[in-house]
């Protein structure tokens, strides 16, 4: 085992070296960092053999008990937005204080910003299962969060309709057993080219699915966001703030003031699409207590030290693809409501370590469902509830 972590670390800081020229080579053809890796043998065969093992393998109920509080039954039902992010990291958020002023439509929205924010893993596949998995990072199991239920499974168990909409080409099982739309399959003329849709297609006809709910909804929208290497085809036309941008997946070719100004148009995109969720939701305010909760999947590396995008083993992976942005929004009825003081979630969210781990338990207590997997210590709501007044 010592041995191939050597050899590993070993391929790691040879390919680093030359990783300028061959990123985005490995990100268009990704059967060639097998080709490099010493342990791609191994890796291959236990892969392998831990999805032969867990395919099968019965689904393992979780949190059986779950259900909603009272209060959260009766009077006006909850509408709550779960934006899941993509590729975006915190370094280049306005809200996080970054230089340039990149979310300026969500910096007018009232949002709780929590600037400390760490992700579960490097990658999609495995930051989107962990986030949803209710293990947290320390204890995340890949092969369990397989075949056991999640957040999703326990909000709908508890009586929430829930519907997961999807643009970035899956869901990694977060998703398994709840309805869901694949928005990339309609094609939309003007959102969608070559199979990829702008995320603005996340909200096509979604007022429709509102209106015919008369319950506790929670809507989940899983962006492509930032996602590589071709960053200049994550926004339209009208979103190229900063030029000159980067016109090409060889993202070598292009200067960093290129790349960054292109990675950062990705981001004002982003800051359209959450303030649109704001937008959606006070417009049904009438009909529903509603809220929003945006977190980024992991982030991205632009170069810095010759490392680009993501997915570098968790310890050695660079700050840049670990630190994430994450925000909640509260309507002043959802805070009157749930006596959540503003000010004291502001406050806190400036200090406060948190990551991904905190998705689960937050989630759960914003729908106030109950049940003892809930850990209201991570719930970041928490320690703001019962404020309305006294804070
Ligand atoms: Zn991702």
Known sequence: MIALLVSSAGTYLISNSFFKDYASLFRNNREFITYLSPSNGIAAALSWYKHERTANLPLIRFGEDARQSAAHLTGKPTLTLLVVGETTRAQDVGLGG?????????????????????SCGTSTAVSVPCMFS????????????????GLLDIVQRAGVNVLWRENDGGCKGACARVPTEEMTAQNLPGMCIDGECYDQVLFHHLQGYIDKQTGNTLIVLHTIGSHGPTYNH???DAFKYYTPTCETNEV???????????YDNTIRYMDAMV??????????????????????????????DGVYFHGLPYMIAPIQQKHVPLLIWLSQDYQQRYAVNQKCMVDQAKLMHTSQDNLFPTVLGLFGVQTREYQPQLDLLTHCRGKAREY
């Open 275 to 304: 303030d649109q969720g704001i937008q959606l939701l006070q417009a049904n305010s009438q009909r529903f207590t509603t809220s929003l909760v945006y977190l980024s999947d992991h982030g991205e590396s632009l170069g810095e």
């Open 98 to 118: 970054y230089t340039r002023q990149t979310t300026p439509l969500l910096a007018k929205d009232n949002v709780i910003y929590y600037p400390n924010t760490l």
């Open 234 to 236: 994550r926004y339209p």
């Open 252 to 262: 070598q070719h292009c200067s960093t003031e290129q790349l960054v100004n292109t």
């Open 134 to 149: 209710g293990m947290g990072h320390d204890h995340y199991n890949d092969a369990l969060a397989n075949h056991r239920e």
